[in-house]
């Protein structure tokens, strides 16, 4: 249904190519500001993709020499920091972006051009990072990528180890990415805090507003850390200085504790939008309020607060002293308790409702379930004792690609689907949207449940080629396989986004019958969001409107 | 359906792995075995419940086709039930926490008793260095350490240092891994209570050849042990009555080989590279690469980078004759 009944003119003068890019390069626009991110991090996901494959069929066998030790190096470092800071991040500031604004009923973000300033700080990073493969070379001589790892420990970051250009591409590129994170998250909390629209107060912005903002504050927390670490480690390989270098007394302990000060917060920083759009879709379809929605607000504030403080869990095996062990068993134990009543509070929003099975739901439950495990085995790995066995093994490879993958890919799948009526004005094909889940969740479980074999029985990772004999052929043949799966998946989605737009059915305003602001206003929403400045009364300002016999302020 | 049913599946019917986790054989493997079938148990015993609660809402809760099309009742929360599911997952967090503290507190740095033996560890790119301060024996990448008997125990202290960049020394049946860091001293205790050869390798990424720095543990009885370090504190022939032999010394003198390597009573005296002075005792060299023949040994003296590339010998690029007597020599350092 349509709330708002003034018609726009849909067709509008033929505008040269050039000048429609050159529209899009210099536009402050939050909406495209953050369909430009999606689209900048679906192509960097493409790349990471691509070298994740070029890993897997090295690995299809032991002594396979598919590749040389120098370019697996590369591939596993390119991968790693390509998927998190310029796939996952990106897409999830992409999301924010498009998505806070109109959910508050705001006109744009608080800064917008601090908000394009963001953007291509973050596009600069990524294209510096690539450039790397002609503008540097790494450890052997040979190579160009950096292969370093991507959390580049010291002091192998150093340049009596890492000599060349290619540590410094890698270095760079996060500082000046960094920078971008920085100021988006600055962007987010400002909007978040100054910009509401009449009648949202705190405790009635959607869910997806709040997880959003704590997300914010865990960037400023986690990559300022990370950016200082690089400021550090260019002093190091260019002023002479000795913070991580060893072999002048420096300390390798101290940049596992930057880096990882940075790297534990960013899995929430990634997974706290995934549970954001979880928390929009999971109501929507189940066709309830969110259960608890206090108690989840508090729950991700926890849960951003506790995050901060167990960084060192990355470290049981650097030798920390028994006591320190202990404190970050607790801290990691402890944040599996607001976790869990966030997916209690999904379950209890399913329960009793009536669940629609679409494409964004489909994705959603697999995240609960997926979720669910990655949190378990991530219970087995805050066990200090049983981390000494499964830390840098390819049972960590499984258990944080359970998260990153199968819970934050998949809700960032879900989220596709849902917004993308919104974005594009069109309905997706649900067929191709199910063909899609299908073929990437067999490819998720083959690859990934597999991949938690190799670990317990010894596989380290990292590692460009194995011994036979060690039991780990067969797993690693079908870990390699699930890959094809995957890729399929990605390619019905790919096809789907392509076809959908050009030739999906019109959307209508509200295809959901949804509840949220951003669902009032016309798909794709105009350039200044909504005709009137929206006023809301409770959590969820269309189901007043739908239901004005029974509305939600009744009950807040 | 997914980890735990194929960690279960795996514990039920082990596979033959000479690196299984599950199949510990010296007491620090032992306990975190104990301790990890314990959070299995309670992890998968969650994972049961929550997903069959998840299944059972999404199955029974699902739009049916005679549904009306009204929406259903709706429901903001309830905080008795938040209460109930806050409070739970706190009390398995204690018992957790609780457990794995003991075990923590059981395995890091205990005292080493009377009959213990030291090793000094040094992990170098791409090798293992192995000093027995208190015996005066130093190999490479073939650790030698007695059986311990759990009534008069022997165990075998490691205290861990880095040359280079950071290691991690893990072999998974004798004790959950520690990093090497340089200049950051650590220790870790393997006690194994049954002989034979254990594997390992490398645990945290240290460059090009990070794979192939791999371990093996020889554990041996207490008298094969004894005879083993006999062996080793002997020092090389000094005159090799082979003459390839002899004229393979002059070559590995005369060249840059006694910069890196070591052959205790020659001028050989380098530390950068393994010691040579009883590499014939060993069965692999390179690090665990290939086996310790003579063929593999010329190709290795050769070109280093066709057997491990990457690695940080050079190819001397000796003729090959030159290659004959060097390999003779070697061969003749027992």
């Known amino acids: 249904m349509s709330i708002i009944s003034v018609n726009l003119p849909r067709t509008q003068p033929a505008i040269p190519i050039v000048d429609k890019l050159h529209q899009w390069v210099i536009t402050v626009d939050h909406k495209r500001l953050g369909l430009m991110y999606i689209f900048y991090a679906l192509s960097f996901l493409v790349f990471g993709g691509i070298e994740a494959t070029i890993m897997r069929i090295q690995l299809i066998r032991p002594h396979n020499d598919f590749v040389s030790p120098q370019v697996f190096n590369q591939m596993f470092t390119m991968h790693g920091t390509t998927m998190i800071f310029f796939a996952a991040m990106p897409l999830v500031f992409g999301f924010a972006n498009y998505l806070v604004p109109l959910m508050i009923g705001a006109r744009d973000m608080a800064f917008p051009r601090l908000n394009a300033f963001s953007f291509w700080l973050t596009a600069l990073g ?431 | 359906m997914s980890t735990l049913s194929t960690a279960i599946s795996h514990l039920l019917h082990r596979p033959s792995s000479p690196t299984d986790i599950f199949a510990p054989v010296s007491t620090p493997a032992k306990s975190i075995f104990d301790l990890s079938l314990f959070v299995l148990g309670i992890t998968g015993g969650i994972f049961v419940i929550v997903a069959a609660l998840l299944a059972y809402s999404a199955i029974r809760f699902r739009k049916r086709k005679s549904d009306n099309g009204g929406e259903p009742a709706q429901v903001y929360g309830s905080l008795q039930v938040e209460l109930a599911w806050t409070l739970t997952p706190v009390l398995i967090s204690v018992v957790l926490f609780l457990a794995t503290a003991r075990v923590i507190f059981q395995t890091q740095h205990p005292t080493p008793p009377p009959g213990a033996i030291e090793v000094t560890v040094i992990g170098h790119q791409f090798w293992w260095e192995y000093r027995y301060p208190g015996l005066k024996v130093v190999t490479a990448n073939e650790l030698h350490v007695p059986v311990s008997d759990p009534a008069h125990p022997t165990p075998t202290f490691l205290n861990l240092y880095s040359a280079d960049t950071d290691h991690s020394w893990w072999v998974p049946r004798l004790a959950g891994k520690t990093d090497l860091i340089p200049n950051h001293p650590n220790s870790m205790w393997i006690d194994p209570h049954e002989t034979g050869l254990y594997l390992g390798q490398c645990a945290q990424y240290c460059g090009t050849q990070h794979a192939k720095m791999l371990l093996r543990v020889y554990v041996q009885s207490p008298e094969d042990f004894a005879s083993w370090v006999q062996e080793q504190r002997q020092t090389a022939q000094t005159a090799p009555s082979d003459g390839t032999a002899s004229e393979g010394r002059k070559i590995f003198e005369s060249v840059a080989c006694i910069n890196c390597h070591t052959v205790a009573g020659t001028p050989a005296n380098g530390r950068f590279g393994p010691d040579l002075t009883h590499l014939m005792s060993r069965e692999t060299i390179a690090s665990g690469v290939a086996l310790n023949t003579r063929e593999n040994l010329r190709r290795w003296i050769e070109n280093p980078n066709t057997l491990k590339p990457g690695c940080l010998m050079p190819s001397m690029g000796l003729n090959n004759q030159q290659l004959d007597a060097v390999t003779a020599y070697l061969v003749s350092l027992r």
């Open chain 1, 126 to 556: 990524g294209i510096l990072l690539y450039f790397s493969v002609i503008g540097g070379y790494g450890l052997y001589g040979a190579g160009n990528a950096p292969d370093v790892g991507w959390f580049a420990y010291a002091p192998l970051t150093a340049r009596t180890f890492s000599p060349g250009h290619s540590t410094d591409f890698w270095t760079l590129s996060l500082l000046v990415s960094g920078f971008g994170s920085i100021g988006t998250a600055i962007n987010i909390i400002a909007t978040v805090l100054c910009m509401r629209c009449p009648g949202m107060t705190l405790g009635r912005m959607p869910l997806l507003v709040w997880l959003n903002l704590t997300m914010a504050g865990l960037v400023i927390l986690a990559v300022s850390p990370l950016t200082a670490a690089q400021i550090m480690l260019l002093v190091d390989r260019y002023l002479g200085g000795h913070f991580f270098d060893t072999q002048a007394g420096g300390s390798a302990v101290v940049w596992m504790h930057f880096f990882w000060v940075f790297g534990h917060p960013e899995v929430y920083v990634l997974v706290i939008p995934a549970f954001a759009f979880v928390s929009e879709i999971i109501p929507v379809f189940s066709r309830k309020a969110i259960f608890g929605y206090p108690v989840m607000v508090a729950a991700t504030v926890a849960i951003g607060f506790i995050s901060v403080s167990v960084w060192a869990h990355h470290m049981f095996t650097v030798g920390m002293t028994s006591f320190g062990n202990t404190f970050f068993v607790l801290s990691t134990m402890a944040i599996a308790v607001p976790t869990g009543i966030k997916i209690f509070n999904w379950l209890a929003t399913m329960w009793g409702g009536k669940i629609h099975f679409r494409a964004p739901m489909l994705f959603c439950l697999a995240f609960l379930f997926q979720f669910l495990t990655a949190g378990l085995t991530g219970i087995m790995l805050s066990s200090a004792p049983f981390n000494w066995q499964l830390s840098n093994s390819y049972f960590v490879v499984a258990h944080f690609h359970y998260v990153i993958v199968g819970a934050i890919l998949f809700a960032l799948f879900g989220a596709f689907y849902y917004w993308f009526p919104k974005a594009s004005g069109r309905m997706y094909s649900e067929r191709l949207a199910k063909l899609h889940f299908w073929l990437f969740i067999i490819g998720f479980h083959l690859t990934f449940d597999f991949m938690h074999v190799p670990g317990i029985l010894g596989m380290p990772r990292r590692i460009y080629t194995y011994e036979p004999g060690r039991g780990w052929d067969a797993w690693n043949l079908i870990v390699t396989i699930g890959v094809l799966f995957q890729a399929a998946g990605i390619l019905a989605f790919v096809g789907n986004l392509l076809w959908s737009y050009f030739q999906g059915k019109t959307a209508g305003s509200d295809p959901w019958d949804a509840w949220t602001l951003e669902w009032s206003t016309h798909s794709p929403p105009p350039e200044y969001n909504f005709e009137t400045v929206p006023v809301v009364k409770s959590r969820r300002p269309l189901w007043d409107i739908k239901h004005p016999e029974d509305p939600d302020w009744k009950y807040e």
